[in-house]
């Protein structure tokens, strides 16, 4: 392919672990995944301490001298050489980090979840669009070969519409010996299992049901959650989550917990005429089996087929690739993964949370 692929030029707010994770893709030559389009620099990371920048850049990127180690989140949005923010900070700073990125006429890639509500979403989507800056949450899923051959799957109609969608994440974070100021347990930084783990079996409901042409990008008409809190902090421990789609109509029954291992297939969506099964874990799934029935109300199935994905790195640097061809296109905002999927999301959230009678500590709520 010929032509001069577009640079684009990240600064990095945060040393933690997703931060880590997202820079070791964007570090691959995005050639090993046949783009050709984009390439990323990595210009400066920020960091509460300096110390921690240049621990990062020292440890994560070889200590690639380019790479400049600032000590403090303003300093790395007022960076001249910096065009977007990746923000990996805790949930319930999402939205202060967004906004002083923002306030710089930063673009902005934001870690799930966007924000600790759907208020404080509007908020910053409003603000972007004044500002004329990009800006996406981080939903990197949305952009992985799996979700893209799901999608496939779907739009050829060979299994008619869906019927269900059965997913589920979870992870065993030790809740019972870890710090209660872990961010995972500490209201504070918006614990428990939606904010962190829901996001995505949200995303498989949004992605087969919300964008499914049938439901004409209606929101769910119902959503009926709940949960069992942890005994330490009243964070949302055990947490389940049903959405009708009455236009398709469809249902999601969706599950996250932060003390057990993740099951085994990730996410089932059902058809009439067949199955598609998503394997774990489904944030980053390199694998698919789709089974086709004789037809509706037989389950015979005449066909089975059992795909594997493969490419190098985590899968990071998809969502990347995207946000470099909406910034050279000059778009504001990702057609694939939109503002009103992520405010569907926030929503939802804020609904099962008030369901389940969990409130995040006051201030902690930026916009109520
Ligand atoms: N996409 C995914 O698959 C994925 C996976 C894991 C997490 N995440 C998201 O990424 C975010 C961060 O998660 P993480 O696991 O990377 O967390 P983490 O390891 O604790 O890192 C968070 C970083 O945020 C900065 N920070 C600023 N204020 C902080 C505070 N009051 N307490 C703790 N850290 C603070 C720190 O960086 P400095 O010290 O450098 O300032 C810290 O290293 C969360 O919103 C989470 O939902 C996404």
Not at 153 to 182: M, Y
Not at 267 to 293: E, H, L, M, N, S
Not at 344 to 355: L, W
Request: charge should be negative.
């Amino acid at each position: 392919m010929s032509g001069t692929p577009f640079v684009v030029r990240w600064g990095i707010i945060s040393t933690g672990w997703i931060a880590k994770a997202f820079v070791e893709d964007l570090l691959l030559d995005p050639k090993t995944r046949g783009v050709h389009d984009v390439v990323h620099k990595i210009v400066a990371v920020g960091s509460r301490s300096v110390e921690s920048a240049q621990g990062f850049i020292d440890t994560v990127a070889g200590g690639d001298k380019s790479i400049k180690a600032l000590g403090s989140y303003d300093a790395l949005v007022a960076d001249n050489d910096v065009d977007v923010v990746y923000i990996g900070t805790p949930h319930t700073l999402h939205y202060d980090n967004t906004v002083a990125a923002i306030n710089a006429r930063k673009h902005v890639l934001l870690e799930k979840p966007a924000t600790s509500n759907a208020a404080e979403w509007a908020d910053l989507v409003r603000r972007a669009k004044e500002t004329g800056v990009f800006l996406m949450e981080a939903m990197w899923t949305r952009f992985q070969p799996a979700a893209l051959a799901v999608r496939e799957i779907i739009e050829k109609g060979e299994l008619g519409k869906p019927v269900i969608v059965d997913a589920d994440l979870s992870g065993d974070f030790g809740v019972e010996n870890i710090p209660t100021t872990h961010r995972i347990l500490d209201p504070m930084l918006g614990g428990g299992a939606i904010l962190d783990l829901g996001p995505y079996p949200l995303f498989w409901a949004l992605h087969v049901l919300y964008d499914n042409p049938s439901n004409g990008s209606q929101p769910p008409s119902r959503v009926s959650g709940g949960f069992v809190k942890n005994a330490r902090t009243g964070v949302d421990q055990n947490t389940s989550f049903a959405l009708d789609f009455p236009s398709i109509p469809a249902q999601a029954r969706l599950s996250c917990s932060i003390n057990v291992p993740a099951r085994e297939v990730g996410a089932i969506v059902r058809f009439r005429k067949g199955t598609i099964w998503v394997d774990k874990p489904i944030y980053c799934p390199r694998g698919y089996r789709v089974q086709w029935f004789e037809k509706e109300g037989r389950d015979a199935v005449v066909r089975e087929e059992t795909v594997k994905l493969t490419w190098e790195g985590r899968g990071m640097h998809f969502e990347a690739d995207e946000v470099g061809r909406c910034l050279r296109d000059g778009k504001l905002e990702s057609a694939a993964w939109t503002h009103e999927k992520t405010a569907v999301a926030m929503r939802v959230f804020d609904e099962v949370r008030r369901q389940g009678g969990y409130q995040l500590p006051d201030g902690v709520e930026k916009i109520l």
